[in-house]
């Protein structure tokens, strides 16, 4: 059975939102009609493309390879609008751009104002979801990442360094014996997400502190910052999200921070808002990511 251009986007929406809510707003339908389109596409089919749970949707390998080919097919697509438009005509159409929790509200948003003052109509998504965005099957135009590691099969550019540091807020060191030591204090930690199983902060304390157990351990990087804020653990975090009256436990832990990377695929490169993103990070980022650090 042949798919048409229509259930190739109902299934990109899908992955791309993970859920029938989600993808019904990116095509601009209800979910029931959405949820009947997919039911019609897997009959013809006969193949289930994703599984249903209280989740939401998970591709599987079909559905993935699927979304693959119609994201390729809407790339080309932008790219053939772009050459009909002027060279300085306004960009219009949707950049996506991928980033975890801490990029996001640390470097992203306080940024972004000034981008969507120089461009007006361009629609802007944002996806810091739980998971690794893939840029290869164009789930995304680009990717704000903390890396010293960048793919070699992406492109891009690094916008600075993301300095951490220990830190606790007043009235917990308040509430503490005099004297006691880091390593007895309550610790915040993202080790309970499992795409964080490794990471630069983790290797630090281990390697600092080996028996050192954290007795708050959050599924969240943003959690753990939330736990510093109510006073009831420290936490590593970067310069970028500790406000002024954080105390600073540890000075700037070198081997803890990463690099700050913008990345794209190869073949979006040329895009002009792709290459408006990067030329205005490249501007603005590197002194915000240096500030205070």
Request: overall charge positive; glycine content about 8%; some cysteine.
């Amino acid at each position: 059975m042949a798919l048409d251009g229509k259930d190739l986007n109902l299934v990109l929406a899908l992955v791309r939102g993970r859920s029938l809510p989600e993808a019904a707003q990116r095509l601009g339908m209800d979910p029931s009609s959405v949820y009947r389109g997919l039911k019609r596409i897997e009959k013809n089919l006969g193949r289930t493309l994703f599984e249903r749970s209280a989740q939401g949707m998970a591709p599987g390998e079909l559905a993935l390879q699927l979304a693959e080919r119609a994201a390729a097919i809407e790339a080309e697509l932008q790219a053939a609008a772009e050459l009909l438009q002027a060279e300085g005509a306004a960009l219009t159409g949707t950049l996506r751009i991928a980033t975890n929790e801490l990029l996001l509200h640390g470097l992203l948003l306080p940024l972004l104002p000034a981008f969507q003052a120089l461009h007006p109509r361009l629609e802007i998504e944002l996806l810091s979801g739980a998971g690794l965005v893939r840029l290869d099957r164009r789930e995304a135009d680009v990717a704000l990442r903390g890396t010293d590691r960048p793919p070699e099969h992406l492109v891009g550019a690094r916008l600075g360094r993301l300095h951490v540091a220990l830190w606790a807020h007043p009235d917990y060191l308040a509430r503490l014996p005099t004297g006691t030591p880091i390593e007895a204090m309550q610790w915040a930690t993202p080790d309970a997400d499992p795409e964080l199983a490794d990471y630069p902060s983790k290797r630090w304390r281990q390697a600092r502190w080996p028996g050192l157990r954290p007795q708050l351990r959050c599924d969240s990087l943003l959690a753990t910052l939330g736990a510093v804020a109510q006073g009831a653990a420290v936490a590593v975090a970067p310069y970028l999200l500790a406000p002024p009256q954080w105390v600073n436990l540890s000075g700037r832990v070198d081997e803890a921070g990463s690099d700050c990377w913008l990345l794209t695929h190869p073949d979006l490169r040329a895009r002009r808002r792709v290459q408006a993103l990067f030329a205005f990070l490249r501007e603005k980022a590197p002194a915000r990511l240096a500030a205070g650090a």
